[in-house]
T-cell receptor
């Protein structure tokens, strides 16, 4: 089968750094996406990785290791508005997008 | 404003009703998607249309019937639903299907309750 694993919930402090991990097992690989979803809202695109390494975009960075089937999303200088669910999704060799269940991130003052 | 709109935003229907969900994208994208999102479960892809042609149907029950009259509009026709079909139904679009430009833009969703 194909599956994406992420922690269900994480808690962090405002101003700190948090790393959200994602491991995947899919039939082939054609890219990995991270999306943010605030409660009651639609998911919004954060990042895309297809080659190994780190992609940085402001306070958010995403890392990929294809050999390990592993990615993480790094959030720096956390703000209260970063409280949301973070969804990891992988495109397999048939270009089907496989979604993780999401990680709910709770930011405390 | 995401460029993808969905109506209605909320829908309550009985098991014998027939209703339709509508999605419209103003982004000039070629691919459109229907998803079901239930609490604490991964997004479930239901249907994919690429250039108005259905490319995926992930074993969705026949009580859900999609329609894509053009690349900007997508419908989901509902009939004789079950209470377990209650969920958030999300529409999304992307420039292309697969690859870097398959980044998806989502609509706000329709919260469906089946009584």
């Amino acid at each position: 089968g194909q599956n994406i694993d992420q922690p269900t919930e994480m808690t962090a402090t405002e101003g700190a750094i948090v790393q959200i991990n994602c491991t995947y097992q899919t039939s082939g690989f054609n890219g990995l996406f991270w999306y943010q979803q605030h409660a009651g809202e639609a998911p919004t695109f954060l990042s895309y990785n297809v080659l190994d390494g780190l992609e940085e975009k402001g306070r958010f960075s995403s890392f990929l290791s294809r050999s390990k089937g592993y990615s993480y999303l790094l959030l720096k200088e956390l703000q209260m508005k970063d409280s949301a669910s973070y969804l990891c999704a992988v495109t397999n060799s048939n270009y089907q997008l496989i979604w993780g269940a999401g990680t709910k991130l709770i930011i405390k003052p | 404003e995401t460029g993808v709109t969905q109506t209605p935003r909320h829908l309550v229907m009985g098991m014998t009703n027939k209703k339709s969900l509508k999605c419209e994208q103003h982004l000039g994208h070629n691919a459109m998607y229907w998803y079901k999102q239930s609490a604490k479960k991964p997004l479930e892809l239901m249907f994919v249309y690429n250039f108005k042609e259905q490319t995926e149907n992930n074993s969705v029950p026949s009580r859900f019937s999609p329609e894509c009259p053009n690349s900007s509009h997508l419908f989901l026709h509902l009939h004789t639903l079950q209470p377990e079909d209650s969920a958030l139904y999300l529409c999304a679009s992307s420039q292309d299907y697969g690859g870097r430009w398959s980044e998806q833009y989502f609509g706000p969703g329709t919260r469906l309750t089946v009584t």
